[in-house]
């Protein structure tokens, strides 16, 4: 029996791994798959060495690093005792690539779906992915085009999520409905991160922003989906003291739900403004790092992209505005958003853009990766 070690230690990770897992098992009934997951990949098949709580950041990562790397030596010693036919490294290049390396030089072949950033900072890092992967599986075509230019070998798959949300943006009235919301009036959906650590940064924010535009339009409503009960908690009271009286709904996961019934959505940078685009819903998007990892990344010029959000380097173009570090301000991105409430027929364009490029990402992506990972084993076995 083929045994594929599998590791992804975020929200986003444990999605597009369980996919993966089922596209596989869909082509190859029979394969077995343990490794670090989350709930889905569990309810995929496959068997759990351990979990990560996610971090952000390099500072953040500094605190959790020797549980970290003692989580790694574990998983190093385990893969080398009983060498799987197959490792994947999902995303969390940091975390998973230093494993792969180490277990490439044991003789186990690896593959990582979800390229690194190198094309947008520390590029000096593509130098280094030969030594750790035989294959990188990329989700956006300007990354496999530049890892085969740095000699790379690379499939562009597309996405799972541009497979999984249909074209047609959804019924937004239908939504506000089912979630509890008043139909008729317009919704801003608040998704502050995933991990507490973003949750941390902009919370306040968030709920100051909202707070805000109820201010200046009483007649908005407000809906947060959290993704589980220790952020739901966390959130709930950071808006009883950022927001009390403010007329939001916390939902427990939904997130697709939350973003399809809004008019409008305030997001962390993340997968989260990528699902945003996918659901064509205009957005607005903050990004803020704790101060030393934002004046490492700064000083040492360490970015290489025009814009931080994924749907602005999709559509090579600002449609989401942007607010970076101290930029993150409530009156300032409350404005933002409110000039996109109040302009439908800039609304209707940004829909229009985003709809262009879930075709351009709609490829099957969870089958082209399979395909490609069961091409190398196959050829391996010859």
């Known amino acids: 029996m083929i045994r594929i070690g599998i590791v992804a230690n975020e929200v986003s990770g444990d999605i597009l791994a369980a996919s993966l897992?089922?596209?596989?098992?869909?082509?190859?009934?029979?394969?077995?798959?343990?490794?670090?997951?989350?709930?889905?990949?569990?309810?995929?098949?496959?068997?759990?060495?351990?979990?990560?709580?996610?971090?952000?950041?390099?500072?953040?990562?500094?605190?959790?690093?020797?549980?970290?790397l003692a989580m790694r030596r574990r998983l190093y010693n385990h893969?080398?005792?009983?060498?799987?036919?197959?490792?994947?490294?999902?995303?969390?290049?940091?975390?998973?690539?230093?494993?792969?390396?180490?277990?490439k030089q044991n003789g186990i072949r690896t593959a990582h779906f979800v390229s690194p950033t190198v094309w947008a900072w520390r590029q000096g890092r593509v130098k280094n992915l030969h030594s750790a992967v035989d294959l990188m599986l990329c989700l956006f075509p300007f990354e496999s085009e530049f890892l085969r230019a740095n000699r790379v070998r690379a499939e562009y798959v597309g996405h799972p999520l541009a497979d999984q949300i249909p074209l047609e943006p959804a019924d937004a009235q239908q939504l506000r409905h089912e979630l509890g919301l008043d139909p008729q009036r317009p919704v801003i959906a608040l998704l502050p991160g995933s991990r507490m650590s973003e949750l941390k940064m902009l919370s306040a924010a968030f709920l100051q922003t909202a707070s805000w535009c109820h201010q200046q339009r009483p007649e908005l409503q407000f809906v947060a989906p959290m993704v589980n009960q220790r952020?739901?908690?966390?959130?709930?009271?950071?808006?009883?003291?950022?927001?009390?009286?403010?007329?939001?709904?916390?939902?427990?996961?939904?997130?697709?739900?939350?973003?399809?019934?809004?008019?409008?959505?305030?997001?962390?940078?993340?997968t989260?403004?990528?699902?945003?685009?996918?659901?064509?819903?205009?957005?607005?998007?903050?990004?803020?790092?704790?101060?030393?990892?934002y004046w490492l990344v700064t000083r040492l010029n360490l970015v290489k992209i025009p814009y931080m959000a994924m749907a602005n380097l999709l559509a090579e173009e600002e449609l989401a505005p942007e607010f970076l570090q101290q930029q993150v301000e409530p009156e300032a991105m409350g404005s933002a958003l409110l000039a996109l409430l109040d302009d439908p027929?800039?609304?209707?364009?940004?829909?229009?853009?985003?709809?262009?490029?879930?075709?351009?990402?709609?490829?099957?992506?969870?089958?082209?990766?399979?395909?490609?990972?069961?091409?190398?084993?196959?050829?391996?076995?010859?």
Request: net charge neutral; proline share 8%.
């Open 21 to 68: 897992i089922e596209a596989l098992q869909a082509k190859r009934p029979g394969l077995r798959f343990e490794g670090v997951t989350g709930p889905q990949m569990e309810a995929a098949g496959c068997q759990p060495l351990a979990r990560i709580e996610p971090v952000m950041g390099l500072v953040e990562v500094l605190k959790h690093l020797p549980a970290l």
């Open 345 to 382: 027929q800039r609304r209707a364009e940004i829909a229009t853009r985003y709809a262009e490029i879930h075709k351009n990402l709609r490829r099957n992506a969870a089958d082209r990766a399979a395909d490609a990972i069961l091409a190398m084993l196959d050829g391996e076995q010859k």
């Open 272 to 293: 989260a403004t990528l699902e945003t685009l996918l659901l064509k819903r205009p957005m607005v998007v903050a990004y803020r790092l704790a101060a030393l990892t």
């Open 79 to 103: 893969f080398r005792t009983d060498p799987p036919d197959l490792f994947i490294g999902v995303d969390a290049p940091d975390f998973n690539l230093p494993l792969a390396r180490r277990l």
């Open 231 to 270: 952020l739901r908690e966390a959130f709930s009271i950071a808006a009883a003291e950022f927001a009390p009286g403010l007329p939001l709904t916390l939902l427990d996961g939904r997130p697709r739900e939350a973003i399809g019934a809004a008019d409008l959505v305030l997001t962390a940078s993340g």
